[in-house]
C-alpha cells in the first residue's frame, strides 16, 4: 500500500472518468451526433446562399457547442452522486478541488474535445476558409475547456434537483455569453482581414481565469448540495 | 481522540438530537442506536463533515475537523448506505479506484487479494453489474482490508450480508480495534466483537 500524492489523485479521477465515458459510449455519442445534427440544420434551413453561410458558420457552430455541452453537463456530478461516489471524493484526504478539476479535465476530452475534431468538417460545410477554419479551432481548444468548467458550477448547483438540466442550462449559459462573443470575433476578424490577437488573448485570459477560480467555487457549490 | 460536544442536529424543521456529547478513545468501539428517523444516519454524517450541525462541535485530536479538513479525512473511513461502486467496473477496478480516492494506492495484487478475502474468489474482473446486492456490499467493504484509517465510520455495514459476511466483518472490526483503531457504527443486527465492550449510545 503506498500513498497517494494530489497529482496521482487528479490522474486517477481523469483515468477513472474515462473509462467510464468508454464503457457507455452511447453518451459520449449522443452529444456529438447532437452537434453534428444541429449544425447540419442551418444550411438546409436558410438555403444554400454561400456568403451568408460563410457569414454565419462560426456562430451556428459556436451556438450548437455551447448546447450540446450543456447535454453533458448533467451527468457530469449526477452519476457519483447517486451511487455515493462523491460522498467519497469528498473524503479524499487531497483537496475537493482537484477531484473537481480532474472530473473537468475528462469531461472536456469526452464531450468538448470530439467537437473541435468535428468543427472543420462541419465548417466545410458552411464554406468556411482555411484560415478562418484554424481560427475557429483555435477559438474552439480554448473555449470549449472554459464551458466545462463554468458549467461544472452550474452542474454542482443544481445537483440533485428535478428538473436540474433545464435550470441548469439558465444557470451556465449566460455565463458562456462572453466566450461566445470573442471566439465568434475572432474568426469574423480573420475574415475581415483585422488582427485576431486581442480576441483571442481575451480568450486565454478567460481560460486561466476559470482554471484558477471554478474548481474552488465547484467545490464549495458540491459541499452545499451534500447538504 | 474524537470528542463530540453538545451536539444538535435537525433535518428540516424538526429537531434530531440535541446536547449530545461523547468521547470515544483508541481501541474503543461504539454503537449508535435508535429507532428509525432518530438521527443516526445524520449523527455519521456530521462526523463525516457532511452535514453542518447546529450546535456544538466535533474535535478530533484536540482540533475542530472544520479546521483540520483533509489531515482529518486522512484518518478516518466512511461506508455509507451507499455502496459508492460503478456498475461499469469490475470489482477489482471499483476497489483500486475507491482505495485511490481514501489515499491510498493500490497494486493489482493487493486488490485481488483483499476481494479474495471477502469471497470473491474468480469474480473479480466481472463487471458488478452482474454481481448480486450482498456481493456488490462486499466489493464496498472491501476498503476496510486496503486502508490504514484510525477511524472508521460505518452506516449499517451488515445490510444485504449473508451469516458468513456478518461473522467477517466482525472479524475485521476485531482486528481494527486490536490495533487500537476506533470504530463507530449503526447497525439494525446485532453485531458481537469477542471481548470488546461496545459502548452505546441511544439516539431515542
Known amino acids: 500500500m503506498k500513498k497517494s500524492t494530489m497529482f496521482g489523485l487528479l490522474m486517477l479521477v481523469v483515468r477513472r ?102 468543427a472543420p468538417v462541419l465548417g466545410l460545410q458552411f464554406d468556411m476558409t482555411g484560415e478562418a477554419l484554424v481560427v475557429l479551432i483555435i477559438g474552439l481548444l480554448l473555449g470549449t475547456p472554459i464551458l466545462s468548467m463554468v458549467g461544472a458550477i452550474g452542474a454542482a448547483l443544481t445537483l440533485g434537483l428535478r428538473g436540474g438540466g433545464v435550470l441548469l442550462s439558465l444557470l451556465v449559459l449566460p455565463l458562456c455569453i462572453p466566450v461566445l462573443i470573442f471566439a465568434t470575433g475572432a474568426v469574423d476578424a480573420v475574415t475581415s482581414g483585422l488582427n485576431i490577437t486581442a480576441h483571442l488573448s481575451l480568450l486565454g485570459a478567460f481560460f486561466v481565469m476559470a482554471l484558477v477560480f471554478t474548481p474552488w467555487v465547484t467545490a464549495q457549490a458540491l459541499r452545499i448540495s451534500m447538504e | 481522540m474524537l470528542e463530540v460536544r453538545k451536539l444538535a442536529c435537525s433535518r428540516g424543521d424538526h429537531r434530531l438530537f440535541s446536547e449530545l456529547s461523547f468521547t470515544l478513545d483508541s481501541g474503543q468501539i461504539m454503537q449508535v442506536q435508535g429507532a428509525n428517523g432518530s438521527g443516526k444516519t445524520s449523527l455519521l454524517r456530521s462526523l463525516c463533515g457532511f452535514l453542518m450541525p447546529d450546535e456544538g462541535e466535533i474535535i478530533w485530536r484536540g482540533e475542530n475537523i472544520r479546521e483540520l479538513d483533509e489531515e482529518y479525512y486522512a484518518e478516518m473511513m466512511y461506508l455509507g448506505h451507499l455502496n459508492a461502486i460503478k456498475d461499469e467496473l469490475s470489482g477489482l477496478e471499483n476497489l483500486r479506484i475507491s482505495a485511490g480516492l481514501s489515499g491510498v494506492e493500490l497494486t493489482e495484487k493487493e486488490a485481488m487479494d483483499a476481494l479474495r478475502r471477502m469471497g470473491l474468489k474468480g469474480r473479480e474482473m466481472l463487471p458488478t453489474k452482474v454481481l448480486s446486492q450482498g456481493q456488490r456490499r462486499r466489493v464496498a467493504l472491501a476498503r476496510m482490508l486496503v486502508n490504514d484509517a484510525k477511524l472508521w465510520i460505518l452506516d449499517e455495514p451488515l445490510a444485504a450480508l449473508d451469516v458468513g459476511a456478518v461473522a467477517l466483518i466482525q472479524q475485521l472490526i476485531a482486528e481494527h480495534l486490536a490495533r487500537q483503531g476506533m470504530v463507530i457504527f449503526t447497525t439494525h443486527q446485532p453485531l458481537i466483537v469477542d471481548g470488546i465492550d461496545v459502548l452505546n449510545l441511544n439516539l431515542s
Do not use: C, N
Not at chain 1, 38 to 57: H, I, N, Q, T, Y
Not at chain 1, 64 to 73: Q, Y
Not at chain 1, 84 to 113: C, I, N, Y
Open chain 1, 17 to 118: 472518468d474515462l473509462i467510464l465515458a468508454m464503457r457507455r459510449r452511447a453518451d459520449v455519442l449522443t452529444t456529438l451526433i447532437f452537434f453534428v445534427m444541429v449544425v447540419s440544420l442551418f444550411p438546409l434551413g436558410v438555403g444554400p446562399e454561400m456568403a451568408m453561410l460563410r457569414k454565419m458558420a462560426p456562430g451556428v457552430l459556436w451556438v450548437a457547442a455551447l448546447l450540446s455541452s450543456m447535454l453533458s453537463l448533467g451527468r457530469l456530478f449526477s452519476a457519483d452522486y447517486l451511487d455515493g461516489t462523491l460522498e467519497q471524493m469528498m473524503l479524499a484526504p487531497q483537496s475537493l478541488s482537484m477531484l473537481v478539476l480532474g472530473k473537468m479535465a475528462a469531461h472536456w476530452v469526452v464531450s468538448g474535445f470530439p467537437l473541435v475534431l468535428m
